[in-house]
């Protein structure tokens, strides 16, 4: 099967080779994966990794041979509640293994499961750095704010704490209002941890990424933005230490190989197989948006919240 996937690469057109002059660009898709930097920002793999909200019509799905979906949860759903099942000749596409759950049963024999893996066993130091797009989709703020100081006492209380905090509006939404989420998710790290933080830019966090004392924590725990993260692989690459985000326990696809990610960490490839199928357009709502020639998802439903955190469990959890 893995060698049938190389044939299939090698085959295939790439989306970074014409990023910005093939049929799938548009400025709408383009601006949704703006709005979740730097956790989407571009890299090159060869299994084609991008973001769904690019594919809006049939002929999209039959461009590529290949297709390494870097979707969270919202994204991830609304691919397949526009396309319920495939027709015609489309292409191989990899899913996250940890959202296995949401791919429709039409999809299943179409579809593999990835994970990206850090062999290097974790070892948490007391110098910490957290890493958090600040908006309902990608922390489900409005569950997770409950949850988040029972999280925290994961971490000693005396930590050395920084934090890099990428304030979005609702990448599906569209719409700009004010939130004070980023308020109430600095105020909860401010009362638990007994040292103030310290707020990075990106490029300071770029640069304590070579340290070994350091702890990476992504606080999109539930993959509601983005799975194959930048940031992660990033990270991954070099030296710091990272906490694991959580797994999907349902999970039983076979391991069918690897592809490297770097000389550090890899790409684990499986057969789509998991205990659940919870796909249902009653997880989401459409949204007219501000742009008249779109409607968009607009994905803070509670079910849908609900869903990811009785499916992924924390490692400790498992």
Request: one cysteine or more; charged letters at 25%.
């Amino acid at each position: 099967m893995l060698d049938n996937l190389k044939k299939e690469v090698e085959a295939s057109r790439h989306f970074l080779t014409f990023r910005w002059d093939n049929p799938l660009h548009a400025d709408l898709p383009t601006d949704m994966q703006g709005r979740m930097w730097p956790s989407s920002e571009d890299f090159y793999h060869p299994l084609n990794a991008m973001f769904s909200c690019f594919f809006q019509t049939q002929e999209h799905l039959e461009y590529f041979k290949v297709v390494l979906l870097r979707d969270g949860a919202h994204m991830l759903l609304d691919f397949f509640l526009r396309f319920p099942s495939p027709k015609g000749n489309v292409a191989t596409f990899l899913v996250p293994a940890d959202l296995l759950f949401l791919v429709p049963d039409a999809w299943r024999a179409k579809v593999l499961a990835y994970r990206m893996e850090n062999p290097r066993p974790f070892k948490q130091t007391k110098r910490l750095v957290f890493c958090s797009m600040v908006s309902d989709t990608c922390l489900s703020w409005q569950h997770f704010k409950h949850h988040m100081p029972k999280w925290l006492e994961r971490f000693p209380k005396d930590a050395t704490l920084s934090a890099y905090i990428a304030s979005r509006n609702e990448p599906f939404d569209h719409t700009w209002t004010d939130k004070k989420i980023s308020f109430e998710f600095m105020s909860i790290f401010q009362n638990y941890f007994k040292n103030a933080p310290e707020l990075l830019t990106f490029l300071d966090f770029k640069a304590m990424c070579s340290k070994t004392d350091i702890t990476y924590i992504n606080t999109d725990l539930y993959f509601g933005g983005v799975s194959l993260c930048a940031v992660d692989n990033l990270v991954y690459s070099q030296s710091a230490q990272t906490q694991p985000r959580t797994r999907y326990p349902g999970f039983k696809g076979k391991k069918i190989g690897e592809w490297p990610m770097s000389f550090k960490h890899n790409l684990t490839i499986y057969t789509a197989e998991c205990e659940d199928s919870d796909f249902s357009p009653f997880l989401f709502h459409k949204k007219t948006s501000l742009n008249k020639k779109a409607s968009l998802p607009y994905p803070i439903i509670p079910a849908l919240l609900e869903l990811l955190v009785e499916r992924l469990r924390l490692p400790e959890e498992l």
